[in-house]
């Protein structure tokens, strides 16, 4: 079974719009990373939160993370066509595994 | 540094055949997995590995795959009669120290069993 859910399933945006993806997941976390995946390519790690983090930025990425809510947040500033790609949460709770969710499809029209 | 790297590419392959992917982790990393990536199923942890010890196979569907790590730079994944229900884009990973941080993906391999 799946640990993080994202949600949408696929977004599809005009460049220079911001896109927001979601994910939940179900049992207490260490820390969540966000990666991103081309068409054809391997997984990207894009950001890292650890448990105790509530907000962080990298470039124009913003991620939050709601332990209360076990949710976290990508957002996606001032999109370009290049941040066309899926978008994966993945949890760690522990352990040996790193759990991957189904990912956020996003595109990005130029 | 050049990233984890997978071999082949793309293998097309004939139901019966045996299948061996390859993979040459992160130099230093002590952390190896092995993923499967599918629509139905999406990512799949097969198998990790730490120290070359492997820790945690219960993500290997039959007896049909076996994963091996003789020493640090190396790593095969072989399915051993292939099926059509194993095609799918098998990825290497490797990361610093275990689970937790940072994992980095190879390119993978795409295996079309037909």
């Known amino acids: 079974s799946q640990q993080g859910e994202e949600d949408p399933q696929a977004l599809s945006i005009q460049e220079g719009e911001n896109a927001t993806m979601n994910c939940s997941y179900k049992?207490?976390?260490?820390?969540l990373q966000w990666y991103r995946q081309n068409s054809g390519r391997g997984l990207v790690h894009l950001i890292l939160?650890?448990?105790?983090?509530r907000e962080k930025h990298s470039g124009r990425l913003r991620v939050t993370l709601d332990t209360s809510k076990k949710s976290s947040s990508l957002l996606i500033t001032a999109s370009r066509a290049a941040d066309t790609a899926s978008y994966f949460c993945?949890?760690?709770?522990?352990?040996?595994?790193?759990?991957f969710g189904a990912g956020t499809r996003l595109f990005v029209k130029a | 540094d050049a990233g984890v790297i997978q071999s082949p590419r793309h293998e097309v392959t004939e139901m019966g055949q045996e299948v061996t992917l390859r993979c040459k982790p992160i130099s230093g990393h002590n952390s190896l997995f092995w993923y499967r990536q599918t629509m139905m199923r999406g990512l799949e942890l097969l198998i990790y590995f730490n120290n070359n010890v492997p820790i945690d196979d219960s993500g290997m569907p039959e007896d049909r795959f076996s994963a091996k790590m003789p020493n640090a730079s190396f790593s095969t994944l072989k399915i051993q009669p292939s099926e059509p229900r194993d095609s799918a884009v098998y990825f290497c990973?490797?990361?610093?120290?275990?689970?937790?941080?940072?994992?980095?993906f190879g390119e993978g391999s795409w295996l079309t069993v037909v």
């Open positions: 993945a949890t760690y709770t522990g352990g040996f595994k790193t759990i």
């Open positions: 990973a490797s990361s610093l120290r275990g689970a937790g941080n940072t994992i980095y």
């Open positions: 049992t207490s976390i260490n820390n």
């Open positions: 939160i650890r448990s105790n983090e």
